[in-house]
């Protein structure tokens, strides 16, 4: 059982590149989550979704596209990279609306 | 922005001291949570607190919450090196799906 897997775990890109960062869960959990970590600024929801084929609109969108094809799947998109989006991104999923998160260990990303 | 904040930033303590730290949050809540995150790693569900409840424990973990004050503590007793970490406060309001995380404490435990 492996919860939460993220990939890749560390990518450099150059600016105006793009890219996908994939989430799988083996959980069966209706809702999943992308926040962005950067120091001092605590975890920062990008997109978020609640079953397969939805998507919606977190704290922070700009610049990224999500998609949820499969329940188990979901997929961040950067279309055209910028260095405001060096950060570490983590993917999270739950079972219940409010109940606790399962995470990834994150995806490092460094944009030049 | 909705992210709460904790207090202190950070939290050096001696090993089998107690550990406290603060959140302070902006909205009506459901629940509030708190995480674990070890350098490099995910973060890792601690515990839960509803909204109705004013405390609540899990092993060495005490959770209390003050939904008037908008702030809950977390208190670890008896702390081990293996509890050095960042920890972080997380709200789920009472109507949405979104998840609002605190900045964090980082908390190092000196053997």
């Known amino acids: 059982n492996a919860g939460v897997t993220q990939t890749p775990k560390f990518r450099v890109l150059k600016t105006g590149q793009s890219m996908t960062l994939l989430c799988a869960q083996d959980m069966n959990h209706e809702y999943m989550y992308w926040y962005r970590q950067d120091p001092g600024m605590g975890l920062r929801l990008i997109h978020y979704s609640v079953g397969e084929g939805t998507t919606a609109k977190g704290e922070v969108p700009d610049g990224y596209n999500v998609s949820r094809l499969k329940k188990q799947n979901f997929l961040l998109g950067l279309e055209s990279a910028a260095p405001s989006q060096t950060s570490v991104y983590f993917c999270?999923?739950?079972?219940?609306?409010?109940?606790?998160?399962?995470f990834g260990d994150g995806t490092r990303l460094s944009i030049l | 922005s909705q992210q709460g904040e904790e207090d202190p930033q950070a939290l050096s303590i001696q090993e089998g001291e107690n550990a406290t730290m603060n959140c302070s949050y902006k909205t009506s809540i459901n629940n509030l949570q708190w995480y674990r995150q070890n350098s490099g790693r995910g973060l890792v569900h601690l515990i839960l607190?509803?909204?109705?409840?004013r405390e609540k424990h899990s092993g060495r973990l005490r959770v209390t919450l003050d939904t008037s004050k908008k702030s809950s503590s977390l208190l670890i007793t008896a702390s081990r090196a293996a509890d050095t970490a960042s920890y972080f406060c997380a709200t789920s309001p009472n109507t949405g799906n979104q998840f609002y995380f605190g900045t964090g404490t980082s908390l190092t435990v000196i053997p």
């Open positions: 999270a999923s739950r079972l219940v609306p409010r109940g606790p998160q399962h």
């Open positions: 607190i509803r909204s109705n409840e």
